[in-house]
Structures are given as structure tokens and as C-alpha cells.
């Protein structure tokens, strides 16, 4: 469910006056699951470390990310819901993939070589429901 959009509106403020780089991460971690490790957002947005870095803070500066040591997480779910919510129906689609592609990505090389064809069965039946 999404928030009342006098309330949308309002969460929204906030992240439209922040870098289009800046807003372009958070529409990506929109879609994750928190917390949003740095080498996780660096593979779906595509930018380098600086460059991420550099996208990151005005968000973490204006109170709309907080950074901990597990990596990053919206200061309040309805501003991640507002931001999710802000999508275009392919980008969101099209993030969520992407997402999920890394996550995959990272289980699949913590597991040892007899777990991955197991896991990669799983992915693959969990794919075509």
C-alpha cells in the first residue's frame, strides 16, 4: 500500500531537490532489499566506487538514506515506498531483475560447486512461476 499522495508528495520533495545521480540510486535501492551493501549497489547501478560514493551522500546528508556498517537503508520505509512508487512500471520490472541478478550473483559464489547446479534449478523453476 502506498502513502496518501498529500503524504507522497511531501516524502517526495525531498528527493527531487537531491542530484539526478543521487536520485537515480535511490530509485535503484527502491527495489532491494535492505540493507544495500555498496558493492551491491555498484553492480546494479553500474557506477564505480567514487562515483557511487559521491551519489550516495547528498542522500545520506539530507536524512533520506542512513549509512551503517551493513550498508545502507532508507531513514523510513514510506520514503522508499514513495520512491518505489515513482517508477515507471519498466523500470521498475527492469530494477527488481537487475537486483535480483546481483543477489543471485553473490549467492551463487558463496556456495561450493556441488550446491550452485542446485541452486541454479532452484533459481531457474523459481523464474518460471
Request: charge should be negative.
Given at each position: 500500500m502506498s502513502p496518501p499522495e498529500s503524504l507522497r508528495d511531501l516524502l517526495l520533495g525531498t528527493v527531487q531537490r537531491l542530484p539526478d545521480a543521487t536520485?537515480?540510486?535511490?530509485?535503484?535501492?527502491?527495489?532491494?532489499?535492505?540493507?544495500?551493501?555498496?558493492?551491491?549497489?555498484?553492480?546494479?547501478?553500474?557506477l564505480g566506487e567514487d562515483a557511487l560514493t559521491a551519489a550516495l551522500r547528498p542522500a545520506v546528508m539530507a536524512n533520506v538514506l542512513i549509512a551503517s556498517a551493513?550498508?545502507?537503508?532508507?531513514r523510513h520505509a514510506l520514503i522508499c515506498e514513495?520512491?518505489?512508487?515513482?517508477?515507471?512500471?519498466?523500470?521498475d520490472e527492469r530494477q527488481h531483475a537487475q537486483t535480483a541478478s546481483v543477489h543471485v550473483s553473490n549467492i551463487m559464489a558463496k556456495l561450493g560447486a556441488a550446491n550452485r547446479a542446485e541452486a541454479a534449478a532452484l533459481a531457474h523453476r523459481c523464474h518460471m512461476i
Open positions: 536520485r537515480e540510486v535511490l530509485r535503484v535501492a527502491s527495489s532491494g532489499i535492505e540493507p544495500y551493501g555498496h558493492a551491491s549497489l555498484a553492480a546494479v547501478t553500474g551493513d550498508g545502507y537503508s532508507y514513495a520512491v518505489n512508487g515513482d517508477l515507471l512500471p519498466g523500470e
